[in-house]
């Protein structure tokens, strides 16, 4: 890499650092002066404050908005080269948009590829850690109880419990029914349900279970009898965003389960999943956006970059939660609304960059 790359890598990657620290230190004694009453009146340790929360707390919103804080800092750090002339004296000894543009992507390519390693195989731990945290100094205690469970555990395989008690693990009000071709095969009913660790299977009490033939009826009653259900404990309650606590590998093999059971809330798992593997694309994107914003010299010197800038970031934000609710309360692709805003803003990223050469 050149000297002339390296001095705006090192601009770049500073700005985004120091951008980093300022606004999730703000961040931070904001949420402290929120927060503080509940840590005294739960009396929540220092250790636990610093080290399971604030410490998490920074990790999330750090990978959360590191497109974002990219952005800025490519704003930034453009809007002091173009202020002080240097783009003019770079453009005047033949070096083109695109040699400039080099550090920049650079820069965007080692935040992206942190940035993905982190969300994927460290973030669900610190967001555990976290929740946690949250569940036991600041919000109400975890909802233990669950009522009116209906999951579909296999093609034509279909369970309810009407409630089911997660510390316990203990259910009352067992269902699990059997259809081939729409017509039930066999009912299996069980006054309660629960979790045997040392078996590993689910055992029931007062079962009765019916296996339906076209010729006869066969009826089996018992006191207790352990069996597989094909579902776990850990699989009865699933949180819409239960997937951030996955990492990368968890999270395939977890929707790949949910494909072969025929889930229906599979869309909320499949958009995770891609808004994980297109972040770095709008981390590029983003970058792109910002240095044509910048590159030019104005009147109002950064202020009217950022402004112009935040302009477009918020609608490209806003536009990504839209087309994410079209998915979730109709039948848009997942991959589809993840990749939509990318594509619109890359198409107007480019332009913007050509009419940036002229």
Known sequence: MKKLDRYILKQFLGTFAFTLILILLISVVFDVSEKIDDFYKRSAPLDEILKDYYLNFVIHYGLLFSAL???????????????????????NCGMSLKRLLKPFFFGAALISCLA?????????????????????????????RHKNIHRQVRPGEYIFLESYNTKKQKGFRFTYEVFEEDQMVSKFKSDFLTWDTLEGKWLAESYNYRELDTLRENIERGAKIHKDFGFFPDELIYQKNSTHLMILPELLEFIEKEKIRGAENIHYYLLDLYQRYTTPLTTFILTLIGFCVAIHKKRGGVGVNLVYGFILATMLILFQKVSITFTTNSDLNPFIAVMLPNIIFGIYAYYMFRKAER
């Open 69 to 91: 804080f990219t952005f800025i800092a490519v704003i930034v750090s453009t809007s002091k080269l173009a202020n002080n002339t240097e783009i003019i004296a770079m453009h």
């Open 116 to 144: 993905f390693y982190l969300n994927n195989w460290v973030l669900p731990e610190t967001n555990q850690l976290r929740l946690d945290f949250e569940q036991e100094y600041i919000r109400n205690k975890k909802k233990e």
